[in-house]
């Protein structure tokens, strides 16, 4: 909580807890899979990437490129 109380102080942030919380079986469930992914763990599950480690694709070798086409056309006028 004092990493998002940490914020609140910006005029766009408006902070309203749920009084939930998260215990650490459902954060990331390490039985599942071979790596800890820690907090991140959900982020990688909706894009299967755990199962993928799992079977041995790690993704070595690959080159990647992203592209960011926000910069162009009415974006760069402003810049």
Same mark, same amino acid.
């Given at each position: 909580?004092? #990493?998002i109380?940490g @914020?609140? =102080?910006l005029? !766009? @942030?408006k &902070?309203? $807890? *749920? /009084? #939930?919380? &998260?215990?650490d079986?459902? #954060?990331? $469930? %390490? *039985?599942?899979?071979? %790596?800890? !992914?820690? =907090? *991140? =763990?959900?982020q990688?599950?909706? &894009? #299967?990437v $755990?199962? %993928?480690?799992n079977?041995g694709?790690?993704? =070595? /070798?690959?080159? *990647?490129v992203? @592209?960011?086409?926000?910069l162009t056309?009415? /974006?760069?006028?402003? %810049?």
């Amino acid at each position: 909580m004092d #990493k998002i109380e940490g @914020v609140g =102080y910006l005029e !766009y @942030v408006k &902070i309203h $807890p *749920s /009084g #939930k919380t &998260i215990n650490d079986a459902v #954060k990331y $469930p %390490l *039985s599942k899979t071979k %790596l800890d !992914y820690g =907090y *991140s =763990y959900w982020q990688n599950e909706q &894009i #299967k990437v $755990p199962s %993928l480690h799992n079977i041995g694709i790690t993704g =070595y /070798g690959v080159t *990647s490129v992203c @592209v960011m086409t926000a910069l162009t056309g009415a /974006g760069m006028k402003r %810049l």
